[in-house]
């Protein structure tokens, strides 16, 4: 069962851990926690006018809230909240159906296909999105505050 969560791709994400570290002048930080499993991950942005400019990212997590904040920090840097939201239902609808059928699923970057297999592990998807919320979350704040 947790054997096939653990491909090569999901792995090989993880390590790359693409934008792992720290900013030195961000605009948010935000640390979101998963109690089921004790995942933390830590985020930091610096944004200009909605977009984000750069990206880092700390986690004391699974592997599969790695490989996602690794695949947050290759494909995030230049995009919008709208982005975001969109890119995060994509992986929600994903994980809810396990694979792409039909165009169904419209998967806007690559390697997003490869959190399939945790369709079956339904307390693992908050794992995998904890990223997501959690650059979302800083997003919406500083939306929010520039109204």
């Known amino acids: 069962m947790i054997q096939e969560l653990y491909q090569k791709s ?13 900013l030195s002048a961000p605009n948010a930080t935000l640390t979101l926690d998963n109690p089921t499993c004790g995942d933390r991950v830590t985020l930091q942005v610096r944004l200009e006018d909605g977009r ?12 599969l809230c790695q490989a996602s904040a690794s695949l ?11 982005d975001i939201d969109r890119v995060r239902a994509a992986l929600l609808a994903l994980l809810e159906k396990g694979e792409e059928q039909d165009g ?17 592990h339904k307390s693992r998807h908050i794992c995998v999105l904890l990223p997501f919320n959690a650059l979302i979350e800083i997003l919406e704040t500083q939306t929010e505050q520039q109204e």
């Open 52 to 63: 984000i400019m750069e990206l880092a990212h700390d986690n004391k997590a699974c592997m």
């Open 104 to 120: 169904d699923i419209d998967l806007p970057w690559e390697g997003l296909e490869f959190f399939a297999p945790v369709k079956d």
């Open 10 to 22: 999901l792995m090989r994400l993880a390590a790359n851990a693409t934008g792992a570290g720290t």
């Open 72 to 82: 947050l920090g290759e494909h995030a840097v230049g995009l919008t909240l709208e």
